[in-house]
């Protein structure tokens, strides 16, 4: 079983609609939870983090974390054509051996049409 | 400008012969690491350096090398490729060896082709 699952997609919705994103994970001892954006031909860009439980906003943006479900979950509100792209989740540690590893999901194709 | 950059971008090579794919940055960051991403699995971590001379096995290291003999440059090493290595590859950096809460800027990548 891979750490992190994530639905391929692909998502197809209108303007203007809000877009749910998500990702399940196996290891509890995940602390750290990244949301990143990845254009085509373009490299991967961190969108939002959060450390732990818990939710955070950033404008059209909402990262929401249940650690008791181990469940993680991105919100696009009000959606537009740019942000048309491959969303990635990706979790880590905090501390031990594995510090520097980043665990992705396998991404999310999402397409907003006019 | 901050930037992480790659070299090549595109290659078309052959089964056996050796190739380097360079990784520079600009922003004297600590962490440099490399993934590689393929279809239906997402992003993959090669092999990750907290610090120069510091580096450490990802998901997927089998075929690979890397060296961090200075901070700036962390080339990606494939001694003897082979076809299951073609694929798509990112380097990225963060500030400092704590990358799990600092974000990663990556690279536009490499497309490998091996035949």
């Known amino acids: 079983q891979k750490e992190v699952e994530q639905d391929p997609g692909p998502l197809s919705v209108p303007e203007g609609a809000i877009v749910s994103l998500n990702c399940t994970y196996s290891n509890s001892a995940f602390q750290y939870f990244m949301w990143y954006r990845q254009y085509s031909r373009k490299g991967p860009e961190l969108l939002m983090y959060?450390?732990?439980?818990g939710n955070k906003e950033d404008g059209r943006f909402t990262a929401q974390v249940d650690k008791s479900s181990k469940y993680i979950s991105l919100f696009i509100r009000d959606s537009q054509p740019s942000d048309s792209a491959t969303y990635l989740c990706?979790?880590?540690?905090?501390?031990?051996?594995?510090?520097?590893?980043?665990?992705f999901g396998r991404g999310t194709q999402l397409t907003v049409w006019p | 400008e901050a930037q992480v950059t790659q070299n090549p971008r595109y290659l078309i090579t052959v089964t056996g012969k050796k190739l380097t794919v360079t990784c520079s940055q600009n922003?004297?960051?600590?962490?440099m690491s490399w993934y590689r991403q393929d279809p239906g699995l997402g992003l993959r971590q090669i092999y990750y350096?907290?610090?120069?001379?510091?580096?450490d096995k990802g998901d997927v290291p089998e075929g690979y090398k890397v060296s961090r003999k200075e901070k700036r440059n962390f080339p990606l090493i494939l001694e003897s490729p082979s076809p299951n290595q073609t694929s798509l590859y990112f380097c990225?950096?963060?500030?400092?060896?704590?990358?799990?809460?600092?974000?990663?800027?990556f690279g536009d990548g490499t497309r490998l082709s091996i035949l």
């Open positions: 990225a950096s963060s500030p400092t060896y704590r990358a799990s809460n600092q974000p990663q800027h």
């Open positions: 959060t450390y732990s439980s």
């Open positions: 990706a979790m880590s540690y905090d501390r031990g051996s594995t510090l520097g590893r980043l665990y």
């Open positions: 350096s907290m610090n120069v001379e510091v580096t």
């Open positions: 922003m004297n960051h600590e962490y």
